[in-house]
């Protein structure tokens, strides 16, 4: 199975950046899988912000963070980045990296829902906070 490994979050102030990091093992490399960055704040579901698959061949970035999110890889080190601007205080929550094999109709259309996505990180806190 997929394995997926997040690191990046913590404190950041308003109209900061962060990025985050995906790390995909379990035997799999990124041109054999489609990753998701994933967000949960208080009241809202799990929102879609980015994805990628085939280590690029396939990417979105126009989930609930659209226009403060790009997503980028490595596939040296088989990870993938998430990369967001102008933080604000609704941005805090955790973030979650999702993957899945790379499939026709994932992260094509659109990022997808969380249940498209059938392995996860176990999430990184990121606080918005003066």
């Known amino acids: 199975q997929v394995h997926l490994v997040e690191s990046g979050g913590g404190s950041v102030q308003p109209g900061g950046s962060l990025s985050l990091s995906c790390t995909v093992s379990?035997?799999?490399?990124?041109?054999?899988?489609?990753v998701a960055w994933f967000r949960q704040t208080p009241g809202k579901g799990r929102q879609g912000l980015a994805c990628?698959?085939?280590?690029?061949?396939?990417?979105r970035d126009d989930g609930a963070a659209k226009g403060r999110v790009t997503i980028s890889e490595d596939a040296d080190k088989n990870t993938v980045y998430l990369h967001m601007n102008s933080l604000g205080l609704e941005d805090t929550g955790m973030y979650y990296c999702?993957?899945?094999?790379?499939?026709?109709?994932?992260?094509?259309?659109?990022?997808?829902?969380?249940?498209?996505?059938?392995?996860w990180g176990q999430g990184t806190q990121v606080t918005v906070s003066s």
């Open positions: 999702s993957g899945d094999r790379n499939r026709p109709g994932l992260c094509g259309g659109d990022i997808g829902t969380a249940g498209s996505y059938n392995f």
């Open positions: 379990g035997g799999f490399t990124l041109l054999e899988t489609c």
């Open positions: 990628s698959c085939g280590n690029g061949r396939r990417t």
